[in-house]
């Protein structure tokens, strides 16, 4: 079965843009998680969303933003993007928000310049 | 909240010698602890897993061990191997709940 895509794969943006990411699921799974990873850094989980519904948040600005679609495919937003949110992107699908099943997308990388 | 810590945060091995790493988890109700593998570039992938109900898992070179009392959480790589080389991610959940907490991650060099 296909697995958890994620568009574009690279991306560079300029200081003060805004820009979507995009996470197609695997078919069937219903919650959809993001996370930042920066150089050397471990997965800062930036939220999870089941069923088009926030479920979870974590301790990013409110720059960060999201949403899911009634098929489950999700987008991030950031908007005003600064130098730090460089990072790689990562989404994750799984089919009841736990972690069995817990499938990583091979991520977005954004530089911002 | 619920914590997952990971030690250490960079492990030097020679190659074909063991490898270590060790997880604490705070949630006494968190009963399912996967392991990720990342290599430079690509994404998490999960390598091993085990549930509350057992106390250790071997798969080929991988196994996990589990001591719910001490609330710890081990993965061991025997007769490391380069393409050992990675950065591995512990995690803790709870069946019933949405939340999958990280460990902070452990760079792991086999040294040739």
């Known amino acids: 079965k296909a697995g958890v895509t994620q568009t574009p794969r690279y991306l560079i943006k300029t200081r003060g843009q805004q820009v979507t990411l995009s996470c197609s699921p695997i078919?069937?799974?219903?919650?959809v998680s993001w996370y930042q990873q920066t150089p050397g850094q471990g997965l800062q989980f930036l939220f999870e969303?089941?069923?088009?519904?926030?479920?979870n948040k974590g301790n990013f600005p409110g720059r960060f933003s999201g949403r899911q679609f009634s098929n489950s495919r999700s987008e991030m937003n950031v908007s005003t993007l600064e130098l730090g949110d460089s990072a790689l992107y990562l989404c994750?699908?799984?089919?009841?928000?736990?972690?069995?099943?817990?499938?990583f997308g091979s991520g977005t990388r954004l530089t911002v310049v | 909240g619920e914590n997952v810590e990971q030690h250490p945060s960079t492990l030097s091995v020679q190659e074909g010698d063991s490898a270590v790493i060790k997880c604490t988890y705070s949630?006494?109700?968190?009963?399912?602890f996967p392991w990720y593998k990342q290599e430079l570039g690509k994404r998490p992938q999960l390598i091993i897993d085990?549930?509350?109900?057992?106390g250790e898992k071997k798969d080929q070179r991988i196994a996990v061990t589990l001591n719910k009392t001490a609330k710890h959480f081990s993965l061991h790589i025997t007769e490391t191997q380069p393409e050992d080389s990675a950065v591995y991610f512990c995690?803790?959940?709870?069946?019933?709940?949405?939340?999958?907490?990280f460990g902070k991650g452990t760079r792991l060099h086999i040294l040739p």
């Open positions: 994750a699908s799984s089919f009841s928000g736990t972690a069995y099943g817990y499938t």
């Open positions: 085990i549930r509350s109900n057992v």
């Open positions: 995690a803790a959940s709870t069946d019933g709940d949405d939340k999958i907490i």
């Open positions: 969303y089941f069923s088009e519904t926030q479920r």
């Open positions: 949630d006494s109700a968190s009963n399912y």
């Open positions: 078919s069937g799974h219903r919650s």
